[in-house]
T-cell receptor, first 115, second 109 residues
Framework: DAMVIQNPRYQVTQFGKPVTLSCSQTLNHNVMYWYQQKSSQAPKLLFHYYDKDFNNEADTPDNFQSRRPNTSFCFLDIRSPGLGDAAMYLC??????????????FGPGTRLTVL | DAKTTQPTSMDCAEGRAANLPCNHSTISGNEYVYWYRQIHSQGPQYIIHGLKNNETNEMASLIITEDRKSSTLILPHATLRDTAVYYCIVKYYGNKLVFGAGTILRVKS
């Protein structure tokens, strides 16, 4: 089945130690998104790639970076994680179809713990 | 994108229909209504979306009022596995998803 895959599902890092989360998709979608979801809050968009074009949200901290080496993969890099970055990180993908809709499909998420 | 208003929580008996309302009184003509749900500790799951007409798929039905100012998501036969947070989101094509607080649906046996 076509899907959005996130690895690892659980990640533990130390305060200030860089960490990379990965997302892959078999849907061949041209848009990939990264969301942050803190405990008991709704998901919040960090940034997205439309093909190779990177689109950052205005309030996303510089500490968060992303790479998309090809259509299938997208990475979230947290350069110096702080305790406040502990959250679930969600990857999603979408495409634009002939009906003009762009439904997003989400992966299972990676839960990041910062010690 | 138009804002939405949903009840904070709802209960539903297992096997009964769950009807989740959403108000979007400021919706514009080209904005879609999307429904997602999020089961605890999982990623959001797409359920259904619509523009003007009612829609049905294998998971649910979406009823949009004629003036498009409100909609209802119907889960025809709720099961315990349908317990989740349900998000109603209104957005233009190409715009980002903005999640609100959603409705916590508790299905009880």
């Amino acid at each position: 089945d076509a899907m959005v895959i996130q690895n690892p599902r659980y990640q533990v890092t130390q305060f200030g130690k860089p960490v990379t989360l990965s997302c892959s998709q078999t849907l061949n979608h041209n848009v990939m998104y990264w969301y942050q979801q803190k405990s008991s809050q709704a998901p919040k968009l960090l940034f997205h790639y439309y093909d190779k074009d990177f689109n950052n949200e205005a309030d996303t901290p510089d500490n968060f970076q992303s790479r998309r080496p090809n259509t299938s993969f997208c990475f979230l890099d947290i350069r110096s994680p702080g305790l406040g970055d502990a959250a679930m990180y969600l990857c999603a993908t979408s495409t634009r179809d002939y009906r003009g809709t762009d439904t997003q499909y989400f992966g299972p998420g990676t839960r990041l713990t910062v010690l | 994108d138009a804002k939405t208003t949903q009840p904070t929580s709802m209960d539903c008996a297992e096997g009964r229909a769950a009807n989740l309302p959403c108000n979007h009184s400021t919706i514009s003509g080209n904005e879609y209504v999307y429904w997602y749900r999020q089961i605890h500790s999982q990623g959001p799951q797409y359920i259904i979306h619509g523009l003007k007409n009612n829609e049905t798929n294998e998971m649910a039905s979406l009823i949009i009022t004629e003036d498009r100012k409100s909609s209802t998501l119907i889960l025809p036969h709720a099961t315990l596995r349908d317990t989740a947070v349900y998000y109603c989101i209104v957005k233009y094509y190409g715009n980002k998803l903005v999640f609100g607080a959603g409705t916590i649906l508790r299905v009880k046996s």
